[in-house]
């Protein structure tokens, strides 16, 4: 419950400014929680794109393909 309650509250904040890269980070990682892996990947890309230096993205994407038993599609 404690993901949905910050999927949600990361979603709002997605929808509220698109261009916050810290709000796609955290749909990334409640998603994975939530094991809704190829929405975890999205919310990472879209992390990945807005802050192409920062790391936090990419690790998040890697780590949502592992959790779904694919970690080399994360490289």
């Known amino acids: ?43 990472a890309t879209r992390a990945i794109e807005l802050a192409p230096r920062d790391v936090d993205g990419c690790l998040c994407r890697i780590l949502a393909h592992g959790a779904r038993r694919d970690p080399a599609a994360a490289l």
Do not use: G, V
């Open 1 to 43: 419950k404690r993901f949905d309650e910050a999927a949600d509250e990361a979603e709002t904040a997605t929808r509220l400014d698109p261009t916050r890269h810290d709000a796609w980070i955290n749909l990334s990682t409640a998603r994975k929680e939530q094991e809704r892996h190829e929405e975890a990947i999205a919310a």
